[in-house]
């Protein structure tokens, strides 16, 4: 089974501070996803990459950035924290596109929800 | 530009009724369509997915979706629920060779004994 797990379940910070979500997959998959999750608007991506060192802007990135040194981390960065990202943050991978299989299978992490105060 | 509208945020049922959760999308290509389930505290888990074919697709546990291609829509049903099925469900688009998906806002299943 693809297993994606993510650093912390729950975590507080301050306004300004910088904050660090990690996700790690075990399954060697090429795409891994950030997005975070609010009551009544679903799942909203934030950043995604597709390899090592690559990553493209989603839907909602102001705010956020990201890392991916190795293949089998992408964490999340705020650099300077702000109320308004107090949210749920899911992570996830999927494998890559292939000859006969052209759609994207996401498998999640647990969640980390994101308290700013 | 792709959409999932889940108009039913909130689904109350009693337990062993049947329940659908409705999701309709826009879009202008083909599309695959998904059902990822949330329970409480957890991360998504997908329960099902139409890809091509028979427009009728089953899960493990009992449910099914139906892909209407004309009615743009690809409801989720079950004929019993089960306590346990209490769950936020989430609907997705995602059109061919496309890595990014589109989901829905949510309907949380309340499944009541």
């Known amino acids: 089974d693809v297993k994606v797990t993510q650093s912390s379940r729950y975590l507080v910070k301050r306004t300004g501070e910088k904050v660090f979500l990690e996700c790690v997959q075990d399954m060697d998959h090429e795409n891994m996803f950030w997005y975070r999750q609010d009551p009544g608007l679903g799942l909203r991506l934030i950043y995604f990459s597709y390899d090592v060192k690559m990553k493209e802007k989603g839907d909602i990135p102001e705010g956020y950035s990201v890392s991916r040194e190795k293949k089998e981390r992408f964490s999340l960065i705020l650099e300077s924290a702000s109320t308004n990202q107090t949210s749920m943050y899911l992570c996830?991978?999927?494998?890559?596109?292939?000859?006969?299989?052209?759609?994207?299978?996401?498998?999640f992490g647990p969640g980390t929800r994101l308290t700013v105060l | 530009a792709q959409s999932v509208t889940q108009l039913d945020s909130q689904v109350p049922v009693f337990e062993e009724a049947p329940v659908e959760l409705r999701c309709n999308y826009s879009s202008s290509v083909s599309v695959y369509l998904f059902w990822y389930v949330q329970y409480p505290n957890q991360g998504l888990q997908l329960l099902l997915k139409?890809?091509?074919?028979?427009?009728l697709v089953e899960s493990i546990n009992g449910f099914e979706a139906e892909f209407n291609k004309s009615q743009t829509s690809f409801h989720l049903r079950k004929p019993s629920v089960h306590i346990s099925d209490t769950a936020e469900y989430f609907c997705?688009?995602?059109?061919?060779?496309?890595?990014?998906?589109?989901f829905g806002s949510g309907t949380r299943l309340l499944v009541r004994p």
């Open positions: 996830a991978s999927s494998p890559p596109m292939a000859t006969g299989r052209t759609y994207n299978e996401q498998f």
């Open positions: 997705a688009v995602s059109e061919w060779s496309s890595y990014k998906l589109i």
């Open positions: 139409y890809l091509s074919g028979s427009t």
